[in-house]
Structures are given as structure tokens and as C-alpha cells.
């Protein structure tokens, strides 16, 4: 093989390349079919001029060339009908048909004199030359090729679609430019010993064969990778310096070049100062034609997981998301939706794009076939490769979804394996497809960002359910305060409710004890005005007369006595800031329940401390505290001739003052001690008790600052101690602003 068959058979290779590609990779459409049968045929063109250039002899070349054409003929037909399939042009079928027929009408002539009539000999090797009927396949193929050029420039501007645009300006620049080399060799045809262009077809095959690697031209799913270009780029470099060496070889091979040192000494430098800086920026082409505007794959990532573990807001994780996706794919648009409250439907959260794209659907039910898929598969739903196994209408509908979201990419968000939304993606600005490095980004993302809307939901749920709390717990705490509110006005009424009742149960025996000394006082006061009246003027008045009138003063002041007692021990005021004296609060109490116990048998023994220090307090309050222990002491002894013992005392070493109440009756069982000062509890006969009296005691002690406590004895009966502070000075409240108990 001589130098001059190196262009055609990297032709072929190409041919054969994209043939192979479209068998294992293609699907079985119309589009690639009609693909392969192109490559095919330009296979065989090219097997044609390679066997030209290298047989010795003109006959031979003749055969081949006319065996070849008559398949070759067929290409423009097959040209016409990819591209009307491509382009999805459904007029002018009649076109196809008459190619179809127009070249049957050559293929009939091709093993003639009249379509090719003989080879011609030039320096590059055997070439034909065209009969009589060759202009009509060269003015063919000229024909068919600006007819192709235009409807392929024409569907470019009307496709708003920056990715479909960027296909079809792949496929103007490569058959464009391979229809007009191919158009040129028309010059060796007709007997000019020129190289023929076409044999550089293999260039703007190569264009094509990026635009398939780079947009998926022919919907094969093959997006290259880097590492995989830099494997060919290395591979073809190889290649490269293997045939310089050829050449050289060849060419130096009467000199003994090739056979000395400086051979191998000449191409190590050549290698060193041309191949390196040449494939370093062939590298760089190939970054800039495939990958420009790519991202950092590790720091978006690492970017990504910061967002994660420090924001914990919906709106700051899609606000970050929006930007991350839009600076590292450089899209047009994207849309984060999230599973609503409901659960039947999914709401579009966040987006970024312009105003256009924002009109599209805000909503997505889940019983959309696009939601089904991805729960289904849990995996990207890309446009592009949405096909069979699934029905058609369903492919349609999907197809229709991801219209209505303007989505090249559906990403689901799953968290325990249930889908909480997704993000949908639109085309890139560039019109690039997305590469699986996009894709492995992407499906980083959505999880990561799967998992920060979690984190953020399960947030919000602990600060609502904490903002909740709190306000409850306020509502409780003011209802608290109200409700102590209340209880201590209740508490109050009651206080005054049962201090009412005890002087009332008082009153019959106070009456009494008032009846008998103004009974006597108004019995010696009748008596002695009587005697004043008959008496004689001039005599002064005899002994017995003064000692009536002293009897009725001391009963007077008797009665004076009991009523500023019982005047006393029943004020209702709410001052705690008066002084009191614990032996007056004990003498008044004893002095209006007199008759209660002066008929029975018992003995009240009283020993007050003299010089006893006044406390603070309430003097009604006190009195009612004493009342009711002395009452319940008298109910416990009355029956069996007991004792009551009535102390009081200073304790110096706490500077308490203590008054104790103890009886000789049958005391307070065990079982019972624990529930003495709760509310209703009593163990007297109904209709005699009502269970407050040691409660409401045992409160106001409390309000004191004091304590009212049931004292343990080795003997029967029972003894209440109570403690109060002297020197503690209760100012006075109200109702409103008086401490709880």
C-alpha cells in the first residue's frame, strides 16, 4: 500500500467504524438502518479507490470499480430518505421513490463502457473515468446534496431546541463538507491528474463522528468519555509516528539512513520537541471542544455535602441546589418538586430559570406515569432514552410529563425507599447532553439533597412541635396562674366561709354568756332605781346599794370582754402586718367558747409564757387557727372527763413563739396521720365535720411563715405544736397580690 491510499483507508476505517458502532450500539430504527446502509455503500466506494490505487493492472481495476458502482449508485436515494427520516419531513415521498427508480435506471448501465469507461493512470494509481452516463450520477449526487444541506439549514432555524440545533449543525458540517470533497473528484474523473478530495472524506466523517460521541447524533446512547478520547487520541498519535517511520524508512532506504545511529537518535528528538507539545494540545482541543464550562466534580460535591450537615431551611437547601446545579451543568432550567401534605400530589418548591419556563406545570399529581417510573425504578429519567420495552401510549405519556415540566432529566429524591419528590432538569445552554460524569453528579445530588430535605422536614417538625410546646406550656402556665389565682381566692372564701361558721356555732353559746350578766345587770338596775326612786334624797346611799352597782358594772365589762373577743376573733381583713400576741389570740378564744365545755367535765389547763415578743400576722386568722384546734381537742375529751394542756413559749434557739395543744383523749390513728391537713377529709359522723378545719389551719399557719405540725407522744392522746417566727414581717396583701401557698 503506497502513501497516496493512506487517506482512503482511514475513509474506510471511519465507514466501517460507524457501521460497527450502529450494529452494536443503535437501536433497530429507520434512522439507523438507513445510517448503516450509508456507511456501507461508502464502505464499498472506498474499497473501490484503495484496490485502484494499489493493482497493478487496468483491467482489474475496471472490474472492481464497475462491480462496486453498482451498488454505489444507490447512495443518493438512501442519502434523501435518511435525511427526510431524520428531519421527520412527510411531504415530497414521491422524491424518494423517483431516486429510488432513477438510480434502478443507472444501476442497469454500471457494468458498461457508457457509465465508466476506462481507468486512467496517474501518479497516485489507477482512477476512473467517467462514460456517457457518468454526469447524470455526478449531477445526482451534486443535486442531492445542497437539497440535503438546505432542509438541514432550514430545520435549524426553525428548532428552538439549543441540543437538537446543536446536532443538526453537526451534521450540516459533516456530510456538507464530505458532499463537496466527494463533488471534486468530478476533476480526476474527466482525465485531471489531480488527488482526488474525496479521499479526505475521513475529516468530516470525524466531525461527524464527534457530534455522535458528543450529542448522541443518532440516539445511541453513547456519550464518550475523557478518558476514553485521551485512549483513542494516544492510540492515533501511535499510529501516526508508526507511519512517519514507514515513510521515512521508504523514503531514506537508498540513502542508509534508516541503518545508521542518527536514525533512531533524529526521531527520539522528534518525538520529544513535536509529538509531546503536539499531543498536549491536541489534549487541549479536546477539553475545550468537549468539556468546556466543566465543572469540578469533587469540590461540587464536597460544596454539597457543606450545605448538608449546616443548613437545615427548605428554602436556603433549594436556593443552594438551584445555584449548584445551574453553575456546574449550565442549564436553562430546574425545578425542585416535594411530596405536599397531602401526599397526593407534588409541588414545585423552588426554581431557577427565566420567566418562560416558570409558566410551566407547578404541580404534579401521583398518579402521573412519569411519578410511576420513578418509584418503579428509582433511577434518572432521561428523555432521550425513553423507549421500548414500554408501550407506546405510555412512552407518549411519559413524553408528555417531562413536555409539561420542560425536563431533559427527571431525578428522584428517595429516602427510605419512598419517593419524597424530585428535581427535574432542563437542556443545557450549550446544547451538550448530558455526559455520565453529569449523571453521576446529578444522582449524587438528588441524594444528598434527598437526605438535607429530610433533615430539614424532621427540623421542622422538632421546632414546631418545641414552638408548640412552648406556647402551650405558656397557655398551661397562665391557666396555672389563674387557677392559683382562683384557689387562693377560694381559699380565702373558704378561710372566711369556715371562720364565719365557726363563729357561727359560737354565737348560741356567746348569746348565752352575754344573756346571764345582763341579765343580772338589768335586774340590779331595776332594783336600785327603784330604790333610789322611794328612797329619801337626804340620806346617802347604804352599802349593799354601791356593792349592786359595782356587781353590775363587772358584769357589764364581762359582756364588754366577750363581745371585743368574739369582735375580734371574727374581723375579716386580709392584713398580715398587725402585731399579735399569741396569750390575747388563746385568752379570746377560750373566752367565747367558755360555753361549749363549761357544763361537762373536762379541765382546760392553760400556761402562757409572760413577756411573750408580739409576732406579724393576722389576729382573725390566728384565732380561727386556735379555735379549731382547741374545738377539735374539747370533741375528743368530752366524753371521757379528759384535760387539755395550753401552752405557749419562745424557743430561743429558732426565735419561734410555740403554742401546743395537748389532750388526754384517744388521739389520731396511724393510718390517719397522713391525710389530716388534706381538703374534706374528716373522721367525725357526717353532718359534724366537713373535713377543712386542720386544712384551712394548716394554710394560714403556712401564710405565717409557720408550721402546724401533730407532735409524736409515748402517751394516748394528741398534741399540735405550732411555730411561729418573730421577727418575720408579712406585708400586707390582697386577694391579687398575695403569695401562693
Request: aromatic share 12%.
Amino acid at each position: 500500500m503506497n502513501i497516496y491510499s493512506i487517506p482512503p483507508f482511514l475513509t474506510l476505517c471511519c465507514f466501517l467504524g460507524l457501521a460497527g458502532l450502529t450494529i452494536a450500539r443503535g437501536r433497530r430504527t429507520k434512522i439507523n438502518i438507513l445510517f448503516f446502509i450509508i456507511c456501507v455503500l461508502g464502505a464499498f466506494l472506498y474499497i473501490d479507490i484503495l484496490f485502484a490505487f494499489n493493482v497493478k493492472t487496468a483491467k482489474t481495476a475496471l472490474i472492481i470499480s464497475r462491480i462496486d458502482h453498482f451498488f454505489i449508485v444507490y447512495l443518493f436515494p438512501v442519502y434523501i430518505h435518511f435525511f427526510h427520516t431524520y428531519l421527520n419531513i412527510s411531504e415530497r415521498k414521491s422524491l424518494i421513490g423517483a431516486s429510488y427508480g432513477y438510480a434502478f435506471v443507472l444501476m442497469c448501465f454500471t457494468p458498461s463502457s457508457l457509465y465508466i469507461a476506462s481507468m486512467q493512470k496517474h501518479y497516485f494509481g489507477y482512477f476512473a473515468k467517467g462514460g456517457t452516463l457518468y454526469p447524470f450520477f455526478g449531477f445526482a449526487g451534486l443535486f442531492v446534496t445542497i437539497y440535503v444541506l438546505i432542509q438541514i439549514h432550514h430545520a435549524i432555524r426553525n428548532e428552538s431546541s439549543n441540543a437538537k440545533k446543536n446536532r443538526l449543525k453537526y451534521l450540516f458540517a459533516g456530510f456538507g463538507i464530505m458532499g463537496f470533497l466527494n463533488g471534486l473528484n468530478i476533476l480526476p474523473i474527466y482525465g485531471y491528474s489531480v488527488y482526488p478530495p474525496g479521499n479526505l472524506s475521513f475529516i468530516p466523517l470525524t466531525i461527524f463522528a464527534v457530534g455522535l460521541f458528543k450529542h448522541d447524533l443518532l440516539d445511541m446512547g453513547i456519550l464518550i468519555k475523557k478518558s476514553l478520547i485521551y485512549s483513542l487520541l494516544t492510540a492515533f498519535l501511535t499510529c501516526l509516528y508508526a507511519l512517519i517511520i514507514i515513510v521515512a524508512n521508504n523514503a531514506f532506504k537508498d540513502v542508509n539512513f534508516s541503518d545508521s545511529i542518527y536514525f533512531p537518535l533524529f526521531f527520539f528528538l522528534f518525538i520529544a520537541f513535536v509529538f509531546g507539545p503536539l499531543k498536549s494540545k491536541i489534549q487541549m482541543w479536546v477539553d475545550r471542544v468537549f468539556y468546556k464550562g466543566r465543572y469540578d466534580y469533587q469540590q461540587t460535591i464536597k460544596q454539597a455535602s457543606k450545605m448538608i450537615v449546616s443548613v437545615l431551611d427548605y428554602a436556603d437547601i433549594s436556593r443552594h441546589l438551584m445555584d449548584t446545579i445551574a453553575n456546574s451543568m449550565q442549564v436553562n432550567n430546574s425545578a425542585l418538586f416535594l411530596r405536599d401534605t397531602s401526599g397526593f400530589s407534588f409541588e414545585k418548591f423552588a426554581f431557577h430559570g427565566n420567566q418562560k419556563d416558570a409558566e410551566h406545570a407547578i404541580s404534579v399529581t401521583t398518579s402521573s406515569p412519569l411519578i410511576d417510573l420513578m418509584e418503579a425504578s428509582h433511577q434518572p429519567i432521561i428523555r432521550k432514552n425513553i423507549k421500548e420495552p414500554m408501550s407506546s401510549v405510555r412512552t407518549q405519556d411519559i413524553l408528555s410529563d417531562m413536555d409539561g415540566l420542560n425536563a431533559e432529566i427527571a431525578l428522584p429524591m428517595i429516602f427510605k425507599e419512598e419517593l419524597n419528590g424530585f428535581i427535574v432538569i432542563g437542556e443545557k445552554r450549550s446544547g451538550d447532553f448530558f455526559s455520565q460524569e453529569d449523571l453521576d453528579l446529578l444522582e449524587t445530588l438528588s441524594s444528598q439533597t434527598a437526605l438535607a430535605i429530610e433533615n430539614a422536614r424532621s427540623y421542622k417538625v422538632i421546632h414546631d412541635l418545641n414552638k408548640n410546646l412552648e406556647d402551650k406550656v405558656g397557655e398551661r402556665t397562665l391557666a396555672l396562674k389563674e387557677a392559683l389565682f382562683e384557689k387562693e381566692r377560694t381559699q380565702e372564701q373558704l378561710i372566711r366561709s369556715e371562720s364565719l361558721a365557726a363563729i357561727g356555732q359560737l354565737v348560741a353559746g356567746v348569746a348565752h354568756e352575754l344573756n346571764n350578766p345582763l341579765t343580772t345587770v338589768t335586774s340590779l338596775m331595776q332594783t336600785v332605781l327603784e330604790d333610789i326612786e322611794h328612797g329619801d334624797r337626804n340620806i346617802p346611799l347604804d352599802d349593799d346599794l354601791i356593792d349592786d352597782l359595782k356587781f353590775a358594772d363587772k358584769e357589764l365589762g364581762r359582756a364588754r370582754s366577750i363581745v371585743t373577743s368574739m369582735l375580734g376573733l371574727s374581723r375579716q381583713t386580709q392584713t398580715y402586718s398587725e402585731a399579735v400576741n399569741i396569750n390575747s389570740v388563746i385568752q379570746d378564744a377560750l373566752r367565747i367558747m367558755h360555753n361549749q365545755y363549761k357544763y361537762h367535765d373536762l379541765d382546760i389547763v392553760a400556761s402562757y409564757a409572760p413577756d411573750l415578743p408580739e409576732i406579724y400576722g393576722n389576729f382573725a386568722n390566728l384565732g380561727q387557727v386556735v379555735l379549731n384546734i382547741i374545738q377539735n381537742a374539747i370533741q375528743a375529751v368530752i366524753d371521757i372527763q379528759g384535760t387539755i394542756f395550753l401552752t405557749t413559749r419562745l424557743d430561743n434557739d429558732t426565735d419561734e413563739i410555740v403554742f401546743t395543744c395537748k389532750d388526754t383523749g384517744p388521739g389520731v390513728p396511724e393510718t390517719f396521720r397522713q391525710d389530716i391537713y388534706k381538703p374534706f377529709f374528716t373522721t367525725k359522723e357526717v353532718g359534724k365535720g366537713t373535713g377543712l378545719g386542720l386544712y384551712i389551719c394548716h394554710e394560714i399557719i403556712h401564710r405565717h411563715s409557720g408550721t402546724l405540725e401533730l407532735i409524736d407522744t409515748d402517751v394516748t392522746g394528741a398534741e399540735f405544736e405550732v411555730r411561729l417566727p418573730v421577727r418575720v414581717e408579712f406585708k400586707e396583701t390582697t386577694t391579687e397580690d398575695k403569695p401562693y401557698s
